[in-house]
């Protein structure tokens, strides 16, 4: 959660940030559910007896509408660049490679009628990043 109790309009720009991001969408896909091996037995089983037809679709369809909802989740919940208007708050959470430590994270905000920059950096600041 970023804060600016200031009356400037402050710039954030995921680009700014001192660590790699991984996008959303690549670790939404790190946690989709597969039903390669569930649809590969369920078609065998198919050859053999027709009703088994049913909990392969049910089962890819119910897969496929879980994997939507993640990525859709992992979507909303994400940081992204925007503007911070004055006396308001952004809340949102990035993803950085598991070999980042939390102390060595910080992010630029740029003041837009100034230019001045304004850097965030978790020992320094409330900005909290889970881990």
């Not at 088994?52 to 049910?58: E, G, K, L, Y």
């Not at 060595?104 to 881990?131: C, M, N, R």
Request: charged share 20%; aromatic share 10%; with cysteine.
């Amino acid at each position: 959660m970023i804060h600016n109790n200031s009356a400037r309009y402050l710039s954030l720009n995921l680009n700014r940030c001192n660590v790699p991001i991984i996008s959303p969408d690549d670790i939404a896909k790190r946690f989709h559910t597969s039903t390669k091996g569930r649809v590969a037995g369920y078609g065998i089983a198919f050859l053999f007896f027709w009703p088994f037809a049913i909990p392969a679709i049910v089962d890819g369809i119910g897969s496929s509408k879980a994997n939507k909802k993640l990525d859709e989740d992992f979507a909303r919940k994400s940081l992204r660049d925007q503007t911070i208007s004055p006396y308001s708050s952004v809340n949102g959470v990035i993803f950085v490679p598991t070999n980042i430590r939390r102390s060595e994270i910080s992010l630029t905000l740029i003041d837009q009628q100034s230019g001045e920059p304004f850097v965030l950096s978790t020992d320094k600041t409330s900005v909290a990043l889970a881990q």
